[in-house]
């Protein structure tokens, strides 16, 4: 195949002529000539980026702590493309193998719960810090720090204070590294919802679908100048409360969520998530989760920011996407209603569908 003029791009900040080949961004067969390392591939979003890179032609480096944690993401490009290596938090040698080649690094890791071997400080701000200068210090074009949208320095959650603490540290480590800032995410690997409440289920929250934000990330990752040095804060287009969350729920699985309408209170829940975590060696409810459920999410984009428009992304409203991820939790009542109501996901039939059909 003859190479263009058209096929090489000068990356910016270091100089270095990328060869895309085939269609470029037209499918997974065309090669762009970018090469991605994403930290944290193996999560919920990660799989969904990994998918969208692969789809624009980019080969992606998917760092692995578990063998069997990356099967899944091979299948999700062309031959050569997913590159698997494994990776220790703390190995330096490890990191930089893994992002020797690559011009855009992305680090989604996080955890929502401590471990005895890793505290939130130690992935969110002490990994993402060291993960930031090796990639500096290796001549890295772009780098995608992703953090959350309630992330704050003052906020009375670990997590998401060490959130923003890594944002900072991102910051100083790597010039011109880009935050981005999700809301709470929603697609296939939500487990079914807890049935109690906890602050009366009036915590407010902006949810957003996770192929929405891998679809940003993937074009963040590309983007050279306009989105160096810049924070993308990524809210649902809509704000619900927990309760509301779980009326749609019910609405469409046609399942008894939340009746009896029990509220935990915050002390009795703290104290037996406390307790869980000390005893249980499985990852629980914990403590800190206990805390981040009383805090509303604010979908308000701040000065400065940039969001969903300047990349052109019009992001999924919630009710029109539920049905995908909720139609296999639903009940047996769903074949007793009219085909009009069988498939779809706007359904509003409040207390009616919890009466057993005699
Ligand atoms: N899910 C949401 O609603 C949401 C909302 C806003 C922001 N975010 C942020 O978006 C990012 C991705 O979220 P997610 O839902 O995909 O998270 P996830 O499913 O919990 O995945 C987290 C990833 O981080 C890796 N990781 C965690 N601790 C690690 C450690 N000590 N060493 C090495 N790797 C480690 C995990 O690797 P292993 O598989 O090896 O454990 C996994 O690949 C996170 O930073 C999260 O805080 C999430």
């Not at 989105?227 to 809210?235: E, F, K, N, R």
């Given at each position: 195949?003859?190479?263009?003029?058209?096929?090489?791009?000068?990356k910016?900040?270091t100089?270095v002529?990328?060869?895309g080949?085939?269609p470029?961004?037209m499918g997974?067969?065309s090669?762009?000539?970018?090469?991605?390392t994403?930290?944290?591939c193996?999560g919920f979003?990660g799989?969904?980026?990994?998918?969208?890179?692969?789809k624009?032609g980019?080969?992606?480096?998917?760092?692995?702590?578990?063998?069997d944690?990356?099967?899944h993401l091979?299948?999700?490009?062309?031959?050569?493309?997913?590159?698997p290596l494994?990776?220790d938090l703390?190995n330096?040698?490890?990191i930089?193998?893994?992002?020797?080649?690559?011009?855009i690094v992305?680090n989604l890791?996080?955890r929502n719960?401590?471990?005895k071997?890793?505290?939130?400080?130690d992935v969110?701000?002490?990994?993402a810090r060291r993960?930031?200068?090796?990639a500096q210090?290796?001549?890295?074009?772009?780098?995608?720090?992703?953090?959350?949208?309630?992330a704050d320095?003052?906020?009375?959650?670990g997590f998401?204070r060490t959130k923003?603490?890594?944002?900072?540290?991102?910051?100083r480590?790597?010039?011109?590294?880009t935050?981005?800032?999700?809301?709470?995410?929603?697609?296939h690997e939500d487990p079914?919802?807890?049935t109690f409440?906890?602050?009366n289920?009036?915590?407010k929250?902006?949810?957003?679908?996770?192929l929405?934000?891998?679809?940003?990330?993937?074009l963040?990752g590309?983007?050279?100048?306009e989105?160096?040095?810049?924070?993308?804060?990524?809210?649902g287009?809509?704000?619900y409360t927990l309760?509301?969350l779980?009326?749609?729920?019910?609405?469409?699985?046609y399942r008894?969520?939340?009746?009896?309408d029990?509220?935990?209170p915050?002390?009795?829940?703290?104290m037996?998530?406390g307790?869980?975590?000390?005893?249980?060696?499985?990852?629980?409810?914990?403590?800190d989760?206990?805390?981040?459920r009383?805090i509303?999410e604010?979908?308000?984009?701040p000065?400065?920011?940039?969001?969903?428009?300047d990349l052109?992304?019009e992001p999924d409203?919630?009710?029109?996407?539920?049905?995908?991820?909720?139609?296999?939790?639903?009940s047996?009542?769903?074949?007793?209603q009219?085909?009009?109501?069988a498939?779809s996901?706007?359904?509003?039939?409040?207390?009616?569908?919890?009466?057993v059909?005699e």
């Open positions: 195949m003859r190479t263009y003029m058209q096929d090489v791009t000068i910016r900040k100089g002529p990328m060869v080949r085939g470029y961004g997974r067969n090669v762009s000539g970018n090469v991605a994403v930290f944290g193996t979003l799989r969904y980026l990994v998918s969208k890179l692969a624009r980019v080969q992606v480096v998917v760092p692995y702590r578990d063998e944690e990356k099967r091979r299948v999700l490009g062309d031959l050569g493309q997913i590159v494994e990776w703390r330096d040698q490890q930089e193998e893994c992002l020797r080649h690559s011009d992305y890791t996080g719960y401590e471990t071997n890793f505290t939130f400080q969110h701000v002490e990994g993960i930031a200068e090796i210090a290796s001549g890295v074009a772009r780098f995608v720090q992703v953090s959350h949208l309630s320095l003052n906020s009375p959650s998401l923003a603490q890594g944002d900072q540290a991102v910051r480590a790597f010039e011109g590294a935050i981005v800032r999700p809301a709470s995410m929603y697609g079914w919802p807890i409440k906890l602050n289920g009036e915590t929250l902006a949810p957003v679908h996770s929405d934000v891998a679809q940003a990330l993937s963040i590309v983007l050279d100048a989105a160096m040095g810049q924070t993308y804060v990524l809210p287009p809509k704000t309760r509301e779980l009326q749609l729920t019910e609405d469409i699985t008894n969520l939340i009746s009896p029990i509220n935990v915050k002390w009795l829940f703290s037996t998530a307790l869980g975590e000390k005893i249980a060696w499985w990852p629980m409810f914990n403590k989760e206990v805390i981040r009383f509303d604010n979908p308000e984009v000065e400065g920011c940039k969001s969903w428009a052109g992304i409203v919630l009710e029109d996407r539920a049905i995908m991820y909720l139609r296999r939790f639903r047996h009542l769903s074949y007793e009219p085909m009009s109501n498939h996901g706007a359904v509003k039939l409040k207390k009616e569908p919890f009466r059909i």
